[in-house]
């Protein structure tokens, strides 16, 4: 199987992954748009919007297969919310279980805090 192969595969689950979190939340509803083979700031881009206060925001997704190591990881999320203003999480597979995914910073928890604060 291609590297390109693999990256999309990996992609796929992390947008299934992110689908399952938010829909933890019913009082949000998401839509997200993949870009293959990116070199931008994120693979993935969701939108997020609470039916309750009406708020919105959009969350952007870096899908790396392999290791990247946590300075790189706050410097890519740095520059995302500087350049772009987007919030910005990193999806690596687990180290100990490849089938499980990871979020840098916290995804669900980030998600949870947003509600809140906008309640």
Known sequence: MSQYRKGYLF????????NEIISKFPELKSYGIESRGSK???DIVFGIYNKKNKRRTWLGIQCKRGYVSMPEKKREVSSAMNNYGM???YCTPSKE??????FY???EGWIKDWVKSLS
């Open 11 to 18: 992609e796929k689950k992390t947008h299934s992954g992110v």
């Open 40 to 42: 931008g700031a994120a």
């Open 87 to 89: 919030v910005m999480f």
């Open 97 to 102: 279980k490849k089938t499980i995914l990871e």
């Open 105 to 107: 910073p916290d995804l």
